[in-house]
């Protein structure tokens, strides 16, 4: 049985990651800190369905001697390190929080992998974010990305960078996963889908961007995890290349028109949104756009869950869940 270590195993995307690899048969243990960002006991109560699953330690991975010692003895053969603090808006309000958990964790996460033994490589995650303003769609993982429009998108960009040196000086294989708009069941609060659906079920007006002229790129958790999954059996062929950091697009390669995302919402829950249509917000961009030929290429597989699909799975789950 092979041990993973997954950073940021309450979190969103941590907790799918975490039943998913514990399902395929992976030993799992989880590191997450149950940061107040959003309701910690949705968190809690992600940990308790995983179960016996798995076993989550409650630590700050920016703790560099804390998370170096669990690195040491759990001895995974993969990382997977999706702890971070989320969010474009909050970065605006509370900077800080950006550079403890998205620069200071990732350097430990990278200083505890550089002195792992058995590690075979390291998958962490980074953002659409980072693509900041571009217009040439889709996004490509070769376009420049050194215009950030956001603090939370410069931090996951300096991830990137550090990752490709601790490549280049120390050889540690490792996977940047640009994630596009994830959303679905135990998802995240903050996130529109999320809000819009409850103000929807209040019958409260929901606050529409740009006056509804966006897209986005929405990815179906499922198709995120699938992903994870694969790259987490084995790094890809880094033969002939200068370093041993790739990254990759996980996106639905389907942009989605705001007003066309509001419908399936309404659709979903049978009732219709009341939309309070308000200017750009700051740190924001119009679209976004992934170009996913790197991930079909290397590890044969294209998100595509219709954003239908998705947004009746995760209403169907929240329609179930309340309290959080």
């Keep these: 049985m092979k041990t993973v270590l997954i950073t940021g195993a309450a979190g969103f995307i941590g907790f799918h990651t975490t039943a998913r690899l514990a399902q395929a048969g992976w030993r799992v243990i989880g590191a997450d800190n149950f940061n107040d960002y959003y309701n910690a006991e949705l968190k809690r109560a992600r940990v308790n369905a995983l179960g016996d699953n798995a076993t989550v330690h409650e630590i700050d991975i920016a703790d560099a001697d804390a998370f170096s010692k669990l690195v040491q003895e759990t001895t995974p053969e993969v ?9 474009v808006r909050y970065s605006l309000e509370n900077p800080f929080a950006y550079a403890h958990s998205n620069l200071n964790g990732h350097l430990s996460v ?14 962490y995650a980074s953002s659409s974010s980072v693509y900041g303003g571009n217009t040439k769609t889709p996004f490509s993982e070769t376009d420049p990305v050194d215009a950030p429009v ?8 300096a991830d990137e960078l550090m990752s490709s040196t601790y490549a280049h000086l120390y050889g540690i294989k490792q996977i940047g996963l640009r994630f596009f708009t994830v959303y679905g069941p135990w998802g ?4 529109a889908y999320w809000t819009f659906t409850d103000k929807i079920l209040k019958g409260e007006a929901i606050p529409v961007y740009n006056h509804g002229e966006m897209r986005r790129d929405f990815t179906y958790i499922d198709d995120v995890t699938e992903a994870i999954e694969r790259m987490a059996g084995h790094a890809p062929d880094f033969s002939g290349e200068d370093r041993t950091h790739r990254l990759y697009n996980i996106g639905n390669h389907t942009p989605v028109p705001l007003m066309a995302f509001i419908a399936a919402l309404e659709q979903a829950l049978g009732k219709k949104a ?7 917000q700051p740190g924001d961009v119009k ?7 790197r991930l079909a290429a290397d590890y044969g597989f294209n998100p595509s869950t219709p954003i239908e699909d998705g947004l009746k799975r995760f209403v169907d789950w929240r329609l179930a869940n309340r309290d959080f």
């Design 110 to 123: 990278l200083e505890a992998c550089r002195h792992a033994k058995g590690l075979s490589h390291l998958i």
């Design 188 to 191: 995240r609060p903050d996130m």
């Design 274 to 280: 009341e939309k309070h249509m308000l200017p750009m």
């Design 79 to 87: 990382v997977i390190h999706l702890a971070a603090q989320a969010g």
């Design 150 to 157: 956001s603090l939370y998108a410069a931090t996951k960009r």
């Design 287 to 293: 679209e976004t756009y992934a170009d996913v030929t």
